[in-house]
Nanobody, 124 residues
Framework: QVQPVESGGGLVQAGDSLTLSCTASEGTFSRYVMGWFRQAPGKERDFLAAITTSGDYAHYAGSVKGRFTISRDNARDTVYLRMDNLQAADTAVYYC?????????????????WGQGTQVTVSS
């Protein structure tokens, strides 16, 4: 089964951009839908973005649409999340997750395999 591992988090200034990476080993990466989530202190984990197995379709939460971009490189078993114009409210632990394709389940739900998370802190 696939095991996601996130990287690329850190401390940035408000207005900066940052790209997170997630490499999923021990599985056939191209068979999995990949998603990004985040959890701020004291809050629930929220869906951000997801991308289909081939990368031909992406789905975003309304709160980040137009500011965050998800992409994947199946040759490198990696999914990315580019985040632009970061603000203090984006401070959170960011998680990468994987699931099997399921036509009847929204891309924002149904994830079985989770990474450990990477901290993103935005200083204002």
């Amino acid at each position: 089964q696939v095991q996601p591992v996130e990287s690329g988090g850190g401390l940035v200034q408000a207005g900066d951009s940052l790209t997170l990476s997630c490499t999923a080993s021990e599985g056939t990466f191209s068979r999995y839908v990949m998603g990004w989530f985040r959890q701020a202190p004291g809050k629930e984990r929220d869906f951000l973005a997801a991308i289909t197995t081939s990368g031909d379709y992406a789905h975003y939460a309304g709160s980040v649409k137009g500011r965050f971009t998800i992409s994947r490189d199946n040759a490198r078993d990696t999914v990315y999340l580019r985040m632009d114009n970061l603000q203090a409210a984006d401070t959170a632990v960011y998680y990468c997750a994987a699931r099997r394709p399921m036509a009847t389940v929204s891309l924002s739900r149904g994830y079985d395999y989770w990474g450990q998370g990477t901290q993103v802190t935005v200083s204002s």
